[in-house]
Nanobody
Framework: QVQLVESGGGSVQTGGSLRLSCTASVNDFSSFCITWFRQIPDKEREGVAFILPNGNTDYSASVKGRFTISRDNAKKMVFLQMNSLKSGDAGTYSC????????????????WGQGTQVTVSS
């Protein structure tokens, strides 16, 4: 069964750090783009970072310089290191996968994890 599983969410104080993980059970993982999205209640799902099959990355303006996405193809995992967390970073973080090209639009992805919750308190 093809699936993505996120882990690593939790509760931190403002300025703290968390490392999220996304573990995939797909064949040919190295050919997939993986994108981290976050969902805040009453707001649209937002893409925060993606990593291409070749390892190139991109970030939303709101997290650039604070978040780092990386991948380990041998382990079929993608990581999101989140530093200097702000209250606005709180939400449900999900990873999504699609072959080859990355896109910021959530509806471009057919494979999603169940999400992991991030809470940031002052």
């Amino acid at each position: 069964q093809v699936q993505l599983v996120e882990s690593g969410g939790g509760s931190v104080q403002t300025g703290g750090s968390l490392r999220l993980s996304c573990t995939a059970s797909v064949n040919d993982f190295s050919s997939f783009c993986i994108t981290w999205f976050r969902q805040i209640p009453d707001k649209e799902r937002e893409g925060v970072a993606f990593i291409l099959p070749n390892g190139n990355t991109d970030y939303s303006a709101s997290v650039k310089g604070r978040f780092t996405i990386s991948r380990d193809n041998a382990k079929k995992m993608v990581f999101l290191q989140m530093n200097s967390l702000k209250s606005g970073d709180a939400g449900t973080y999900s990873c999504a996968a699609r072959r080859y090209a990355c896109m910021w639009q959530p509806n471009a992805y057919g494979l999603w994890g169940q999400g992991t919750q991030v809470t940031v308190s002052s």
